[in-house]
């Protein structure tokens, strides 16, 4: 059993959208998980993790529990999914995406993180849907290079040079705020 402390803790459960307070005892900074050992509602019991609030940032494992939760659904793993935060590229912001070819031949999840607006673009590309991507795409050994600019959040589209500016505004499957 954890000691008490003395700062009332207050966090957001994203699938629910409410919010509790822990009943005093301490919790580790980062949130990474909750146990049943707390005098804490139900709710806090059945989440075994709570990560998507890890004062470091967020991660691919945290986002994918966080948009499975969101859709209710097992959707996303860590083999049909591709994670990418913010990064600089030439002046500009964006997020980089580094596709296996073969990886169009199924079912493809990307998940553009943006710490500073604390949202998540989920992009689902189902299988064959994109033909012959090397022709769509700036590809290197083959891997499709695709960065996407977070200037205008309006559009999702490849802004590489030598890309064809292929625009992923159909693919659009979400956005999830945490």
């Known amino acids: 059993m954890r000691k008490p402390c003395d700062v009332r803790h207050r966090l957001l459960l994203p699938w629910c959208r409410r919010q509790f307070v822990c009943s005093g005892y301490a919790i580790k900074v980062e949130i990474a998980s909750i146990t049943p050992d707390f005098d804490l509602p139900c709710a806090f019991q059945t989440a075994r993790a709570v990560t998507a609030f890890r004062k470091n940032g967020m991660n691919k494992i945290d986002a994918i529990k966080l948009v499975n939760q969101d859709l209710h659904a097992n959707l996303l793993t860590e083999r049909n999914t591709l994670f990418s935060t913010v990064v600089p590229y030439a002046g500009d912001e964006g ?7 073969s990886g169009f031949r199924q079912e493809q999840h990307f998940l553009l993180c943006s710490e500073r607006n604390k949202l998540i673009r989920h992009i689902r590309i189902k299988a ?22 977070a200037k205008n959040t309006k559009r999702v589209v490849d802004t590489l040079p030598g890309g064809s500016k292929f625009s992923f505004d159909k693919y659009l499957f979400g956005e999830y705020s945490f």
């Open 95 to 101: 997020w980089w995406l580094n596709i296996p070819l």
């Open 128 to 149: 064959n849907t994109i033909l012959s991507p090397a022709t769509r795409f700036r590809c290197k050994d083959q891997t499709a290079d695709v960065f996407i600019s």
